[in-house]
């Protein structure tokens, strides 16, 4: 049994039929406590689905992406591995509290610009889907820019080649 806590259930179930996919991971020291997500997914096989939103704490997995899993005895689907890249790319953006935009994830969805998920009030963490099209230098110098402007701090939590030749 884990001394960790799951994720809360964050996502928004989309419409449809959709199916929850379990991701299980090390929590990161610093970091929220969490070892496990499930993120919305719909099948497209017995044994695969795809993703159907943007994860807060889950690495390597985008929206699209395509993902194997197995289902436990519970009926809980598991990941196994990703057979196919979206080419999304997923960026997180937490506000600095004492920044410009305070902790309004509003705030940060507005200067981004781009389509995601916020964790929460208390904790204004949010999650951007980059869709495989997008202007991923332009993104990538906005996020440096804020970063340095002190008004939030950001990671990437899935690149494609594209995003990290950009």
């Known amino acids: 049994m884990s001394d960790v806590t799951p994720a ?3 996502h928004v179930q989309p419409d449809g039929a959709a199916i929850k996919i379990w991701f299980k991971f090390v929590p990161r020291p610093g970091y929220l406590p969490y070892d496990t997500e499930g993120l919305w997914a719909t099948g497209t ?3 695969t689905a795809r993703i159907d939103n943007v994860p807060f704490l ?3 997995i985008a929206q699209g992406d395509v993902v ?3 289902t436990d005895a519970e009926g809980r689907h598991w990941a ?3 057979v196919r890249p979206s080419g999304h790319c997923v960026i997180r953006v ?3 509290p004492s920044g410009p935009l305070g902790r309004s994830a509003a705030e940060v969805h507005a200067r981004i610009g781009l389509g995601g998920e916020t964790f929460g009030p208390e904790f204004p963490l949010v999650a951007f889907d980059v869709p495989a099209d997008a202007d991923f230098a332009g993104i990538k110098r906005l996020l440096a820019e804020g970063q340095a402007g002190g008004w ?3 990671e990437v939590g899935c690149g494609s ?3 990290w030749d950009a």
């Open 58 to 60: 889950q690495d390597g």
């Open 152 to 154: 939030w701090h950001s």
């Open 8 to 10: 809360p259930d964050v």
């Open 80 to 82: 196994l591995e990703r």
């Open 94 to 96: 937490l506000p600095i």
């Open 45 to 47: 096989s017995p044994d």
């Open 161 to 163: 080649d594209r995003w």
């Open 68 to 70: 194997r899993f197995r």
